[in-house]
Nanobody, 127 residues
Framework: QVRLVESGGGSVQDGGSLRLSCTAS????????MGWFRQAPGKEREGVAV????????YYTDSAKGRFTISRDPVNGTLYLQMTSLRPEDTAFYSC????????????????????WGQGTQVTVSS
């Protein structure tokens, strides 16, 4: 049974940093597409970043480029989202997601078609 559990959320000042973690279990192998999504009150869910290995390939939504970094520990499978230069508009409920690596991992950033999701963690950025 695949299970994803997020942690690392919290409250920071405008311009601050946070690193989100997503522990993963129940995966039969390392051939997975992983991603981070967020949803703010009154807004639809938005893809933040996705990645896959062999070799590591990452893709970000425009607002995250240059500020956020997605990565994964190849040993234990933990997924990370390092966030810097945070802005109030980054305030949202962040969730990690996973899918078997298929023909379109990057496309899942926009489609959000991941079969496995974590419970999420809140990120609040104060001005």
């Amino acid at each position: 049974q695949v299970r994803l559990v997020e942690s690392g959320g919290g409250s920071v000042q405008d311009g601050g940093s946070l690193r989100l973690s997503c522990t993963a279990s129940g995966f039969p192998d390392s051939y997975y597409c992983m991603g981070w999504f967020r949803q703010a009150p009154g807004k639809e869910r938005e893809g933040v970043a996705v990645m896959y290995d062999q070799p590591p390939v990452t893709y970000y939504t425009d607002s995250a480029k240059g500020r956020f970094t997605i990565s994964r520990d190849p040993v234990n499978g933990t997924l990370y989202l390092q966030m810097t230069s945070l802005r109030p508009e980054d305030t949202a409920f962040y969730s990690c997601a996973a899918a078997r690596l298929g023909i379109s991992c990057i496309g899942r950033l926009d489609r959000g078609d991941f079969p496995h999701w974590g419970q999420g963690t809140q990120v609040t950025v104060s001005s």
